[in-house]
């Protein structure tokens, strides 16, 4: 089956320091991703919808300048956390919509992310 | 605004012990229903979509069935592999593709 590949999957760096994230589809092109992040025992919040070629659309309340998003090819969407703080660490996820067959959506393995 | 409630939060089962899972939602022009299995620290995984009531799904031990208001996951003889937290995720109309989430429901099977 079609498999999306994060990375890291874990890291940890220090506050005020920015840390990127990558999500890539290994099989398939996506001109859409989308990035959640998820608390413990919570669900998944939809951050922002990557777009190959053009700006991301960010979700309200997310900071755009905190979050960046650069969707550079139709296989990888990179998400990167500007300045990070203790209260950004969390586990990101990503998405990939299949251009082709029936567009399903599949996710990435996820990647935590701690701020100490 | 498109909303998704999953109930119970948390069931804990007997091996064997059947049960069923519920997803109740609010969305304008449903476009698909989404169940998907999380295992800890991991990403989701994809179990069913269902795009129009009366229809149903199964896969070994899981069948999953859609109204015009919920959807259940149904559970039969589970096993301790089936303990994860299931996620119900509605795609709707007025987006462009984003899903929204249930809060899940972590099932624990004891043997």
């Known amino acids: 089956g079609a498999v999306v590949s994060q990375h890291p999957s874990r890291v940890i760096c220090k506050s005020g320091t920015s840390v990127k994230i990558e999500c890539r589809s290994l099989?398939?092109?996506?001109?859409?991703m989308f990035w959640y992040r998820q608390f413990p025992k919570q669900s998944l919040m939809l951050m922002a919808t990557?777009?190959?070629?053009?700006?991301?659309?960010?979700e309200q309340g997310v900071e755009k300048d905190k979050f960046l998003i650069n969707h550079a090819s139709l296989t990888l969407s990179t998400l990167t956390v500007t300045s990070a703080h203790p209260e950004d660490s969390s586990f990101y996820i990503c998405?990939?919509?299949?251009?082709?067959?029936?567009?399903?959506?599949?996710f990435g393995e996820g990647s935590r992310l701690t701020v100490l | 605004e498109d909303q998704v409630t999953q109930s119970p939060e948390a069931l804990r089962l007997q091996e064997g012990e059947s049960s069923s899972l519920n997803c109740s939602y609010t969305?304008?022009?449903?476009?698909?229903l989404f169940w998907y299995r999380q295992d800890p620290g991991k990403g989701p995984e994809f179990l069913f979509t269902?795009?129009?009531a009366g229809e149903e799904k199964e896969k070994e031990r899981l069948k999953a069935t859609l109204t015009k208001k919920e959807s259940f996951l149904h559970i039969t003889a589970p096993k301790p592999e089936d303990s994860a937290t299931y996620l119900c995720?509605?795609?709707?109309?007025?987006?462009?593709?984003?899903?929204?989430f249930g809060q899940g429901t972590t099932l624990q099977v004891k043997p």
């Open positions: 998405s990939a919509r299949d251009d082709g067959g029936t567009g399903e959506l599949f």
């Open positions: 099989d398939f092109q996506a001109t859409t």
């Open positions: 990557s777009n190959e070629g053009s700006k991301a659309t960010y």
């Open positions: 969305v304008s022009g449903l476009r698909g």
């Open positions: 269902l795009y129009s």
């Open positions: 995720a509605v795609h709707g109309s007025g987006n462009t593709g984003k899903l929204i």
